[in-house]
């Protein structure tokens, strides 16, 4: 990971045009979640733009007027840019090295809460209430009601189309509103350059096994590829046999402290791609797609800590039987549901191995198995519950309820059924 020396030199430069609204929305809706020192270090670079630009500035000139230290500028950029708002550039010299930040723009506030990442996060931050608080302050009024009589342009300045004026091409250099594209993957070459840097340990000490293992962790708890290097140093014994070296108990351990706290351990400066729709539906499973499972599950228990059971059980629905994390989240969602906000272990497990053999690897086709197989549950149990009265009428043996022979036959009620029936067909 690359650190910024107090000798070095940088220059600033816009990729887009950022507006008043644009700082609003950086202070309110950002803030909560790059922290203070990110969101100062973001409006000292675009106000010096604005003093100097295209001049080469000294960071330690900076590190003097901001008040901070070099560690606390390297953690502030590097949250700028694992949210999209800088993207840094280096040159590298004899004695020195010049650094290019680009800013971009902020997400507007649609984009902002539309986003499962960021909404995400700031709901874990703050809470659900402050969050649909602040939702709340970038809502527009209602629209005017009557009839519109505005004018349009075509009635006000009768524009002719064959004059010369609208056909004569122009150069267009003028700037325009735009935002960096942030995208979740475990990337092995900054793996084995943070196991160098931080303990000179070459990735040829790990097994393939290992590696996979490892990446698989740091993708489900959504870290980046250093902390997770610098969690699997403290893990490793070097007289271990290869293949034997990580003890995954312990890395596990750390990697769950590590995500106790937003900033504790650095997050992944990565994203998944996911499709762009106004149903609500679209948004659960990008969400779905888009989170690690660990912040998944936090954010639906509104920002607690995961229980270590509850963790134990999401590494061994990748590791143990190979779900990927969308198909995690979704089975997680849909279990929570069905069981009032339970996960037993062998009941999800038991999910999972079907989920594995009908080799279903999205959130959205996972989430179709469910509701289907919730369906089929209702109407087999109804079926049952038929027969069991037609026998109780028949047999005067005893009174038994069909409730009591439901109990008996199905692991859920109807009522658990159809409620994850409504919970699913709303998404």
Do not use: W
């Not at 679209?282 to 936090?298: G, R, V």
């Not at 109407?379 to 038929?386: D, G």
Request: charged share 25%.
């Amino acid at each position: 990971m690359d650190q910024v020396s107090i000798k070095d030199f940088y220059e600033i430069r816009l990729a887009s045009i950022i507006t008043s609204e644009d700082i609003r929305v950086l202070t309110t809706l950002y803030q909560p979640i790059i922290g203070h020192v990110s969101l100062a270090l973001y409006l000292s670079f675009f106000m010096q733009h604005k003093n100097k630009a295209n001049q080469l500035l000294n960071h330690e000139h900076l590190f003097k007027i901001m008040d901070i230290n070099i560690n606390s500028f390297n953690i502030a950029k590097k949250r700028l840019e694992a949210c999209g708002l800088i993207r840094t550039f280096k040159n590298n010299g004899k004695d020195f090295s010049v650094y290019t930040y680009e800013l971009y723009a902020p997400l507007s506030p649609y984009e902002f809460f539309d986003d499962p990442l960021f909404k995400g996060m700031l709901i874990k931050t703050l809470g659900h209430g402050e969050a649909k608080r602040l939702n709340s302050l970038f809502s527009l009024d209602e629209q005017a009601e009557g009839e519109e009589v505005s004018a349009s342009f075509v009635d006000v300045y009768r524009p002719d189309f064959n004059i010369e004026a609208f056909n004569t091409h122009l150069d267009n250099f003028a700037s325009s509103r735009k935002v960096y594209a942030v995208t979740q993957s475990f990337d092995e070459d900054l793996f084995k350059q943070a196991l160098l840097a931080n303990g000179h340990l070459e990735l040829s000490a790990l097994s393939k096994d290992e590696i996979h293992t490892i990446g698989q962790l740091a993708t489900l708890y959504g870290l980046s590829e250093e902390t997770v290097a610098t969690n699997v140093l403290s893990s490793y014994n070097p007289t271990g046999r290869k293949g034997n070296r990580v003890d995954f108990n312990k890395l596990r351990r750390f990697l769950g402290e590590e995500v106790k706290y937003s900033f504790t351990g650095i997050k992944s400066d990565s994203r998944s791609k996911y499709i762009r729709s106004e149903a609500e539906s679209a948004k659960m499973i990008n969400m779905m797609e888009a989170t690690p499972p660990i912040d998944f599950l936090s954010l639906i228990q509104e920002g607690r800590v995961v229980a270590p059971a509850d963790r134990r059980l999401i590494e061994d629905l990748s590791l143990q039987y190979g779900l990927n994390n969308g198909s995690i989240n979704a089975l997680i969602f849909g279990v929570l549901n069905l069981t009032e906000g339970k996960l037993p272990y062998n009941y999800v497990t038991k999910i999972a191995s079907t989920i594995g053999r009908n080799k279903l690897d999205n959130a959205l086709d996972v989430t179709n198995f469910l509701r289907d197989t919730a369906r089929s549950i209702s109407k087999s149990n109804k079926k049952r519950s038929a027969k069991a009265k037609e026998t109780a009428t028949v047999q005067t043996i005893k009174e038994t309820t069909i409730e009591e022979v439901d109990a008996k036959e199905s692991a859920v009620t109807d009522e658990e059924i159809q409620k994850l029936i409504m919970e699913l067909e709303n998404l």
